[in-house]
T-cell receptor, first 116, second 111 residues
Framework: GAVVSQHPSWVICKSGTSVKIECRSL??????MFWYRQFPKQSLMLMAT?????????EQGVEKDKFLINHASLTLSTLTVTSAHPEDSSFYIC????????????FGPGTRLTVT | GQSLEQPSEVTAVEGAIVQINCTYQTSGFYGLSWYQQHDGGAPTFLSYNALDGLEETGRFSSFLSRSDSYGYLLLQELQMKDSASYFC????????????FGAGTRLAVHP
């Protein structure tokens, strides 16, 4: 099946700094990728839809100026958490579809962000 | 908007059969998916129902009834490794195939 990678797998940063998380489709091209956030023992909350070559579409309640998304190529989307605060500490997961392979969404392994 | 409801926890023994129900409210959608997630891991795809009826994939089956806004995941011959969280998710129409997840059901399989 299709493979999606994320980097880094975990990161610790100080409050007020920015953190960039990369999401890559390794063996397929993804015109659309999705970013989710998951707090412990909770569900995956869709944050935004990342579209290659255009602006991301954010879900209601997600601050687009705080969570910057760039999808500059067909295999890479990045999420930058700007001016991070402890409440931004969470598990961030990206996903993508490989349409020829069917309806399945392939998820990256996730990035654990801890803001101190 | 969309909302999905599923039980928060289910407990079963090895070899048993478990059904996890999911009811949803959405103005329009393409289909209902099921994902498995082990603690600390990424969600993995289990099944997808676009049409009413039963889809079977090995020990796992999934069912959808659009008229009842209801679906379920059936796990047979439970194994210890099936202990995980199970999420139903809808693909809302017009949403670039994005997924909206339910709160998840934690399944604990005991010997």
């Amino acid at each position: 099946g299709a493979v999606v990678s994320q980097h880094p797998s975990w990161v610790i940063c100080k409050s007020g700094t920015s953190v960039k998380i990369e999401c890559r489709s390794l063996d397929f091209q993804a015109t659309t990728m999705f970013w989710y956030r998951q707090f412990p023992k909770q569900s995956l909350m869709l944050m935004a839809t990342s579209n290659e070559g255009s602006k991301a579409t954010y879900e209601q309640g997600v601050e687009k100026d705080k969570f910057l998304i760039n999808h500059a190529s067909l295999t890479l989307s990045t999420l930058t958490v700007t001016s991070a605060h402890p409440e931004d500490s969470s598990f961030y997961i990206c996903s993508a579809r490989d349409p020829p392979a069917g309806d399945e969404q392939y998820f990256g392994p996730g990035t654990r962000l801890t803001v101190t | 908007g969309q909302s999905l409801e599923q039980p928060s926890e289910v407990t079963a023994v090895e070899g048993a059969i478990v059904q996890i129900n999911c009811t949803y409210q959405t103005s329009g959608f393409y289909g209902l998916s099921w994902y498995q997630q082990h603690d600390g891991g990424a969600p993995t795809f289990l099944s997808y129902n676009a049409l009413d009826g039963l889809e079977e994939t090995g020990r796992f089956s999934s069912f959808l009834s659009r008229s009842d806004s209801y679906g379920y995941l059936l796990l047979q011959e439970l194994q210890m490794k099936d202990s995980a969280s199970y999420f139903c998710a809808v693909s809302p129409s017009g949403g670039y195939n994005k997924l909206i997840f339910g709160a998840g059901t934690r399944l604990a399989v005991h010997p």
